[in-house]
C-alpha cells in the first residue's frame, strides 16, 4: 500500500482565497483523522470521520474550515476564506480502528497564507 | 485537562550513545500512549504503542516504558545513529478525547 497520501505538499496563497486540501487514506482504513502542526500548538485534530461519517469536529476553529469524505478513498479539508493565520502543517492520518490502534500519517500539505 | 509535555526540547549526541527521552502528562487516566517519530518535512511514523495495562514495548533498538501512576514515559534508544536524528513525539489516548501530543524533542546525533 502506497500509505496515506497527500495533496498538494506545498500550496501558497493570498488571503481570503479558497483553500482545498485532499486526502486518500490507506485502504481498509475505516478511520480518517485532520490535523494541523503549528510551532506554537503543536499538533492538534481538527477533526476525525468513521465510516465516511463526521464523528468530532470540535477541534475545527472556525466556520471558515470544512471537511467532507465522500467515498472511503479520499476526503478534503478546505478553508475558505483563508486567512494569514491559517499558515500551518495540514496532516492527514488514518487507522483502522480508531484513536486507539496505531496512526498513519501522511507527509502533509504546508499551506502559506500571504 | 490533560497536558502532554516533553523535556528537553532539543537534544544534541554523539554517534553510538545511548539516550533516553523523556515524555510527561498530567492526567492517569489514559488507554494508551504513542511514541512517533517525525523527520523534516514528513509525516509522522508511530513507533510504539504502550497500553495502559503495559509496562513496556520494544522494537528493534527501541524501548518505551510507561509509568501510569506517575505520568510518565520514556523512549529509550540505544546505540544511536545518525539515521536517528529527528523529532520524537508522544501522544497520549483517553476516553472521549482526541490524541493529545507533546510538542516533540528534536533529537540530533552527530557521527
Known amino acids: 500500500d502506497a500509505g496515506v497520501i497527500q495533496s498538494p505538499r506545498h500550496e501558497v496563497t493570498e488571503m481570503g482565497q479558497e483553500v482545498t486540501l485532499r486526502c486518500k487514506p490507506i485502504s481498509g482504513h475505516d478511520y480518517l483523522f485532520w490535523y494541523r502542526q503549528t510551532m506554537m500548538r503543536g499538533l492538534e485534530l481538527l477533526i476525525y470521520?468513521?465510516?465516511?461519517?463526521?464523528?468530532?469536529d470540535s477541534g475545527m476553529p472556525e466556520d471558515r474550515f470544512s471537511a467532507k469524505m465522500p467515498n472511503a478513498s479520499f476526503s478534503t479539508l478546505k478553508i475558505q476564506p483563508s486567512e494569514p493565520r491559517d499558515s500551518a502543517v495540514y496532516f492527514c492520518a488514518s487507522s483502522l480502528r480508531g484513536q486507539t490502534e496505531k496512526l498513519f500519517f501522511g507527509s502533509g500539505t504546508q499551506l502559506s497564507v500571504l | 485537562k490533560q497536558e502532554v509535555t516533553q523535556i528537553p526540547a532539543a537534544l544534541s549526541v554523539p554517534e553510538g550513545e545511548n539516550l533516553v527521552l523523556n515524555c510527561s502528562f498530567t492526567?492517569?487516566?489514559?488507554?494508551?500512549l504513542q511514541w512517533f517519530r517525525q523527520d523534516p518535512g514528513k509525516g509522522l511514523t508511530s513507533l510504539l504503542l504502550?497500553?495502559?495495562?503495559?509496562r513496556e514495548q520494544t522494537s528493534g533498538r527501541l524501548n518505551a516504558s510507561l509509568d501510569k501512576s506517575s505520568g510518565r514515559s520514556t523512549l529509550y534508544i540505544a546505540a544511536s545513529q545518525p539515521g536517528d536524528s529527528a523529532t520524537y513525539l508522544c501522544a497520549v489516548n483517553q476516553a472521549g478525547t482526541a490524541l493529545i501530543f507533546g510538542k516533540g524533542t528534536t533529537l540530533s546525533v552527530s557521527s
Open positions: 504502550i497500553q495502559s495495562s503495559q
Open positions: 470521520f468513521n465510516n465516511n461519517v463526521p464523528i468530532d
Open positions: 492526567d492517569s487516566a489514559i488507554y494508551n
